[in-house]
């Protein structure tokens, strides 16, 4: 049997492009919808009141384009996840955190985990509660708010002094914490386009984790064991964005890796 | 004659407290309330159309206070001027653009004059606009977007080797055009504070405009033409931010140049 209704992606921007990208390579039959509330990002430094409220929003404006299921590619947003299963049940809402965390365990078993996300998900505790419940109950966790990394990425920037002055803004003090951190998680999702920078800085020792990847392979996991893959031949890729929907086809292709046909993405309102 | 009735200042965040530092030293006997639209932030990435909308349930929480003319500390929600205007009459709306733009004049009257601001203001021509509009129909004008500035000067940074890469990339192709401009218009509320390091890289025979400073003195103007100054011996001050007010506090100490006890920083809802 094959369920040809598209997966839903929500994210505050454009970053969870990433995990789109993740997504769309881990899962070549599957069709996706992607909705990127421009009009509100960054949520980063919003209350968690605010990103439950605008989350909820995002998560019905996918429902009521029939997705099959919602991935939340956004580690703020994440953090609404119990939230958002009882706002959405039965349908299955996946988000970053969980196989982040676990990535992150696999990778080093006993720690320490480095984390590095936006300040809103530092301060939320999300990645370290859910590291604990995958089993690293004692694991030694250290983390760091990155504030520029994401109106870095979103510049386009992927190298050069400026990024180089940032990584080690935000990597120096974090890298020498005693112990030093052997797992690395990239706890946002733009995170990933500065990947090749930020393991220069962190070193050979130091296993970067990627979210986007991780939670990819939890979606693919997913479709499986409840039986609604697609195996269309052809699939559909579209875009919601709340504002300025070229800016998001323009800025959109450094995260998702390809250009973005502009006529494809639908201006939306939440509100 | 005297009327105490609060001055209203609205930004879409923290920056505007720039043009509120100014104001409250310009106009030592008047109160004021601030507005920070912290929960949508930022506005210079976003269309003109959904900043207009923003813009004017800000106003209108600020005419519900009472306040005897309103002030758009906010470069990008100035472009929404003459529909601010037309909403609020009577009441006077200033912004921050016009007084720039003739402060810049003042500085080189034949130009060239560059402009730096961010995506949305320098997209908008707001600025070129209002130099042809104050005479300045055949000055030379070249327009930069800093978009890093903001999220740089929102993270305490004012120096240092993230502010200086920064600064270079956005001023150098700048200061190359042929011919160099002789005034910089800080065209954005929050750059005031990176003004030692940007006089540094943009050297002596540039004149730098702080638009902070030429709103306050137009809002003085203004005041006393109108004959509604107050001349009351004790003036209040106060805050309201759309979303997490004790950031407000923190980060708005950088802008303010002096502490903001959270106590008196209200939480608001616009929508």
């Given at each position: 049997?094959?369920?040809?209704?598209?997966?839903?992606v929500?994210?505050?921007?454009?970053g969870?492009?990433?995990?789109?990208?993740?997504l769309m390579a881990?899962?070549?039959s599957?069709s996706?919808v992607y909705?990127?509330?421009t009009?509100?990002?960054?949520?980063?430094?919003?209350?968690?009141?605010?990103?439950r409220?605008y989350?909820?929003q995002?998560?019905?404006?996918?429902?009521?384009?029939d997705?099959k299921?919602?991935?939340?590619?956004?580690?703020?947003?994440?953090m609404s996840?119990?939230?958002?299963?009882?706002a959405l049940a039965?349908?299955?809402?996946?988000?970053v955190?969980e196989p982040?965390a676990?990535?992150a365990l696999a990778?080093a078993?006993?720690g320490?985990?480095?984390?590095?996300a936006?300040?809103?998900?530092?301060?939320?505790g999300?990645?370290r509660?859910?590291?604990r419940?995958?089993?690293?109950?004692t694991?030694p966790?250290?983390?760091q708010?990155?504030?520029l990394f994401?109106?870095?990425?979103?510049?386009?920037l992927?190298n050069g002094p400026i990024?180089?002055?940032?990584?080690?803004?935000?990597?120096d003090?974090l890298?020498?914490t005693?112990?030093?951190p052997?797992?690395?998680?990239?706890?946002?999702?733009?995170y990933?386009?500065?990947k090749?920078e930020i393991?220069k800085?962190?070193?050979p020792?130091?296993?970067?984790?990627d979210s986007a990847?991780t939670?990819?392979n939890a979606?693919?996991?997913?479709v499986?064991?409840?039986?609604?893959?697609s195996?269309a031949?052809?699939?559909s890729?579209?875009f919601?964005?709340?504002?300025?929907?070229d800016r998001f086809?323009?800025?959109?292709?450094?995260?998702l890796?390809?250009?973005?046909d502009?006529?494809?993405?639908?201006?939306?309102d939440?509100?």
């Open positions: 049997m094959s369920d040809p209704r598209p997966i839903g929500f994210d505050s921007g454009m969870g492009l990433t995990v789109m990208r993740a881990r899962l070549p599957e996706f909705l990127g509330d009009a509100r990002l960054p949520y980063g430094t919003k209350s968690a009141d605010t990103v409220r989350a909820l995002a998560a019905q404006a996918l429902v009521a384009r997705v299921t919602v991935v939340i590619a956004c580690n703020t947003a994440s996840l119990p939230a958002l299963r009882e039965p349908l299955p809402v996946i988000g955190i982040g676990e990535a990778a078993p006993d320490p985990v480095g984390v590095i936006t300040e809103g998900t530092v301060k939320g999300a990645y509660a859910a590291i419940a995958a089993g690293g109950e694991v966790i250290a983390q708010a990155c504030p994401v109106p870095i990425a979103e510049e386009g992927v990024v180089e002055a940032a990584i080690r803004r935000y990597l003090p890298l020498a005693v112990p030093k052997k797992a690395l998680l990239l706890g946002c999702t733009h990933p386009v500065l090749t393991a800085v962190a070193g020792d130091v296993t970067l984790v990847i939670a990819a979606v693919a996991k997913l499986d064991e409840r039986d609604i893959a195996n031949a052809v699939r890729i579209r919601l964005a709340t504002d300025a929907p086809a323009n800025v959109g292709e450094i995260f890796g390809q250009p973005i502009p006529g494809l993405v639908e201006l939306v939440l509100q």
